[in-house]
């Protein structure tokens, strides 16, 4: 039998229309949709369905990315599947903690509504993010402890792609000696900030305080955390974990393969684009690997997990 892990996509896979047909197909996503407009008091099926410029800004973008997230999680365990272990990316995290069963659906809009904009005002200006394709992160590491000015490794994507955060200045001082080391390309990114890196330490610190009247329950499926690579499996770990992971490096390969050596061989990819499936094919092209973006995926999806649905 299949030991299935739900993984969640974090902030860049959004598009408008996102979840539009789970909202017109499910009750149930319906319901999570109309749900997260109530506790954040945001339209929130205007917001992921409806040409705007808002859904690319951080405020903005975070909310609309885990409420789609979980609406099609709740449809999926609508339909009995059931994972081993769940992850998300960066933000997706959210969405993953919500599949453990520690979080609330509403405790979730709450908390990444305040974290979005604690991450667009905390932003500085002159402060950046770059892929690093075509090398591997130990090398990368080493280039980075060399260059002055902060710098650091944000993303820990997949082999041969890496995401470098800091000072716009300090990444483009460390572009040459990466490509020297064997770096194909370092690739700016069009991002708002230097998400994942220690200059937005203020920002989780801030998070401590919406995390405050949050309960978290026990978790009956564990997670593995972007901080650590590692799973979860006690509830007072979650918030000191959550309020890292602002300013902390995404380690999403080492997750990957922590599930993968423990006998995770389905990765189900719940959210808009195919992001995260790409990563785990870099990683491991043995891996099945089912998206759920689209309604029309739904079917696909259970014909595949058949064997495993209650």
């Not at 979840?19 to 109530?38: C, I, L, P, Q, R």
């Not at 978790?219 to 650590?228: D, K, R």
Request: contains cysteine; proline residues 5%.
């Amino acid at each position: 039998m299949s030991k299935i892990a739900f993984v969640f996509p974090g902030q860049g896979a959004q598009y408008i229309g996102m979840g539009k047909d789970f909202y017109e197909n499910s009750s149930t996503a319906k319901a999570v949709f109309d749900k997260a407009s109530e506790v954040t008091g945001m339209d929130i099926p205007k917001l992921c369905f409806e040409e705007n410029e808002d859904l690319n800004q951080t405020k903005y973008t975070q909310i609309a990315m885990v409420a789609t997230e979980i609406a099609i999680l709740k449809v999926l365990e609508e339909k009995g599947v059931r994972p081993s272990v769940t992850a998300g990316l960066s933000l997706g995290e959210y969405a993953a903690i919500v599949a453990t069963g520690a979080m609330k659906e509403e405790d979730a809009f709450k908390i990444v509504k305040q974290r979005g904009v604690l991450m667009q005002e905390a932003v500085p200006e002159g402060g950046g993010m770059a892929a690093v394709l075509g090398l591997d992160y130990p090398v990368i590491e080493e280039v980075l402890s060399k260059v002055e000015g902060v710098v650091s490794i944000a993303n820990y994507n997949c082999p041969g792609q890496i995401v470098i955060t800091g000072w716009a200045d300090a990444i483009t001082a460390a572009a040459e000696p990466l490509k020297a080391a064997g770096a194909k390309r370092v690739l700016p990114l069009k991002v708002s900030g230097p998400f994942h890196s220690k200059l937005l330490t203020e920002a989780g610190e801030k998070l401590t305080d919406v995390l405050a009247d949050v309960t978290i329950g026990d978790l009956p499926i564990p997670y593995v955390a972007n901080l650590t690579a590692d799973y979860v499996q006690d509830a007072g770990q979650v918030k000191p974990l959550l309020v890292k992971q602002v300013s902390s490096p995404v380690r999403f390969q080492q997750s990957a393969e922590r599930m993968i050596a423990d006998g995770v061989d389905t990765f189900v990819e719940i959210g808009p684009g195919k992001t995260i499936a790409g990563f785990i094919r870099k990683i491991n092209p043995e891996m099945k690997v089912i998206n759920v973006d689209k309604w029309e995926d739904l079917e696909k999806c259970m014909e595949e997990l058949k064997d495993v649905a209650e």
